[in-house]
């Protein structure tokens, strides 16, 4: 069964450090999104990517971040200079269609540690 | 403001036990519900969703769940849990307006199961 995947699974890095996060969605489909859990909070919305353009992002989503998809497999996160409170899992998801709203495939997350 | 609330942070049942995980949701008008299980080491994965029509609503791996207006509700159930639903489960909601994939989580609800 095609699968949403991301790496780094875990990555430890110093405040004002630059990150990138990675993903592969599922091969047929149109919707990107990035979600993260900071520990014992809920999974919040980052940011919605649809033909290539930010469609929605949340208040979460300042100038730090950024999303790209590079080429036609690849996307990207990209936090640039990070803070204590971007420690989180972060989450890839992707979907197919507007018909399915809501039915998101997502990623197993990738930890990202700030010291 | 969009709120999923899921009262029980941590639920222990013994295997063939029955199970039902608490939801409820502050929104201002009905939203589409879903329910999401997250196995160790693995990403989100879709277990049921409703939209409109039959208020009972059945899923994967045996889980249904019910809606209920009055209430505010989405309570998830299953008659009978086995070992391997030992897992993370949460309550998702998005506004019937979206075309895109804005998920409002709840907190999450522990599932143990006990042999």
């Known amino acids: 069964e095609p699968e949403v995947t991301q790496t780094p699974s875990h990555q430890v890095t110093q405040m004002g450090q630059e990150v990138i996060l990675r993903c592969v969605p599922i091969s047929n489909h149109l919707y990107f999104y990035w979600y993260r859990q900071i520990l014992g909070q809920k999974v919040e919305f980052l940011v919605s990517?649809?033909?290539?353009?930010?469609?929605?992002k949340s208040e979460i989503f300042d100038d730090q971040f950024s999303v790209e998809r590079p080429d036609g497999s690849n996307f990207t996160l990209k936090i640039r200079s990070t803070k204590l409170e971007d420690s989180a899992m972060y989450f890839c998801?992707?979907?197919?269609?507007?018909?399915?709203?809501?039915?998101?495939?997502f990623g197993e997350g990738s930890r990202l540690t700030v010291l | 403001a969009q709120s999923v609330t899921q009262p029980d942070i941590h639920i222990t049942v013994s295997e063939g036990a029955s199970l039902e995980l608490r939801c409820n949701y502050s929104?201002?008008?009905?939203?589409?519900l879903f329910w999401y299980v997250q196995s160790p080491g693995q990403g989100l994965q879709l277990l049921l969703k409703?939209?409109?029509?039959?208020?009972l609503v059945q899923g994967i791996k045996g889980f249904e769940a019910e809606f209920k207006r009055s209430q505010s509700s989405f309570n998830l159930r299953k008659p009978s849990v086995h070992w391997s639903d030992a897992a993370e489960y949460f309550c998702?909601?998005?506004?019937?307006?979206?075309?895109?994939?804005?998920?409002?989580f709840g907190r999450g609800t522990q599932l143990t199961v006990w042999p």
């Open positions: 998702a909601v998005i506004d019937r307006g979206s075309t895109l994939g804005r998920l409002y």
């Open positions: 990517f649809y033909n290539n353009e930010i469609s929605e």
């Open positions: 409703y939209f409109s029509g039959d208020t």
């Open positions: 998801a992707s979907s197919p269609q507007t018909g399915r709203v809501g039915e998101l495939f």
């Open positions: 929104y201002g008008a009905t939203p589409y």
